[in-house]
Structures are given as structure tokens and as C-alpha cells.
């Protein structure tokens, strides 16, 4: 019996198996995690199904793009104690990448230390990131938060 051909890209769960993804340990994240915020991951078909050409790797293997968290390094708990502790001067902000309002709060005080506890709050909520869009480096176990909203 001649296997069944598919396109690989509107395939179903259970048309499909995928292995565990590789973690990264430094990161926590699937290794090979993109700036797009993906991973890919090979699958294979099971059997008796087969992929049409052009839209998988070969015939019983095509790639699926899992969702991941891209880091560059910018550790969470770092960033909170330059915020507590260093944040009057800036610090916070230059490590995140924002020089110029890092130049801004070490000149004025920290905003007279309200900027300050903004930063902190922020942080501390994960809504202000490294500029360069990245994630946090967050331990497995660790207040990782996911921010949710209206599209």
C-alpha cells in the first residue's frame, strides 16, 4: 500500500511525532532559539503518511517553528539590583541598552528618585526589556512573566 501524501505545513496532531527539544541550560529556552522568538524542530510523519514535495525536508520529515523566549544575556535579577541599589544613577538603564535616559536619571538624581521607583516597578514586572527587544535571562524556577494584551 502506497503511503497517503500530505501538505506537511496543515498537518494535525497525531499525523505527526516530534522529539523533545534540546534546552539550552544557560538560557532555559530551546537551543537554536531565533531573534523571530522560534525554534526550529524536526518532526517526522507517522507511518503510512508521506509529505508532498517542497513541503517538508524529504518525504516523512518536515521542520515545525516552536515558540521560545530569545535572550541575549540581560539577567533579570541583575537588572533588579542595579535597579534597587544603583538606579539614582542611571545603571539600570545603561545595562538594559537605553544610554541616553541612563545619561538622564544620572544627571537629574534619578528623576529626584521617582524615575527610580518607576524603573524598579517596571523591572520588577518585566514590561521594560533590553533594547534590543530580547528577553530576560530568567532561571528555570525563576519569575518569569508573560504579558498578555488586546490585538
Known sequence: MSPYELNCTTLRVGQYVCPWPLIDPDTQQPANCTIDNTAPLICRLVEGLKCRESSGINDTHFIIQQPCQYTTGHSFET???????????????????????????????????????????????????????????????????????YS
Open 79 to 149: 537588572t533588579l539590583l542595579l535597579a534597587v541599589f544603583l538606579g539614582m544613577f542611571g545603571a539600570d538603564r545603561f545595562y538594559l541598552g537605553y544610554y541616553a535616559l541612563g545619561l538622564l536619571k544620572f544627571c537629574t538624581f534619578g528623576f529626584m528618585l521617582v524615575g527610580q521607583l518607576v524603573d524598579i516597578i517596571l523591572i520588577a514586572t518585566q514590561v521594560l526589556r533590553p533594547a534590543n527587544g530580547s528577553y530576560y535571562l530568567v532561571d528555570y524556577f525563576g519569575p518569569r512573566m508573560n504579558i498578555t494584551g
